[in-house]
C-alpha cells in the first residue's frame, strides 16, 4: 500500500514562506524521484521542483531563487521550502513518487493560498 501524505499548507500574506511536507510509505523512497507539482485552477498542473533519486534537483522558472526541494532518505520525506511567496503561487500543490511508468504516485494535495 503506497501513500503519500502531503502537509504544511495554508493561508500565508505575499512575501511569506511556508514548508511543504510530504511523508511517503509503501515504497524505496531513496530510490525514487520526488517531486512537487502544483495545479491552480483553470490551469495545468506544472512541475515545481523535482529532487531525484540522485540527487540533483530542477526547478520551474517562476520558483527559481525562492524555493528549495529537499530529501530526507532517513525520514522518507520531501519538502518543499517556499520563500517570498506571491499570490500567483496559490494552487493545490502535490507530492509525487516516480520510478517507472508504472510506479508513478501522487498525494492528495495541500492547498497553499497567497493573500493579502
Known amino acids: 500500500q503506497v501513500q503519500l501524505v502531503e502537509s504544511g499548507g495554508g493561508l500565508v500574506q505575499p512575501g511569506g514562506s511556508l514548508r511543504l511536507s510530504c511523508a511517503t510509505s509503501?515504497?524505496?523512497?531513496?530510490?525514487?524521484?520526488m517531486g512537487w507539482y502544483r495545479q491552480a485552477p483553470g490551469k495545468q498542473r506544472e512541475l515545481v521542483a523535482v529532487?531525484?533519486?540522485?540527487?540533483?534537483?530542477t526547478y520551474a522558472d517562476s520558483v527559481k531563487g525562492r524555493f528549495t526541494i529537499s530529501r530526507d532518505n532517513t525520514k522518507n520525506t520531501v519538502y518543499l521550502q517556499m520563500n517570498s511567496l506571491k499570490p500567483e503561487d496559490t494552487a493545490v500543490y502535490s507530492c509525487?513518487?516516480?520510478?517507472?511508468?508504472?510506479?508513478?504516485?501522487w498525494g492528495q494535495g495541500t492547498q497553499v493560498t497567497v493573500s493579502s
Open positions: 509525487n513518487a516516480y520510478r517507472v511508468v508504472r510506479e508513478n504516485y
Open positions: 529532487v531525484r533519486s540522485s540527487g540533483s534537483t
Open positions: 509503501g515504497i524505496i523512497f531513496s530510490i525514487y524521484d
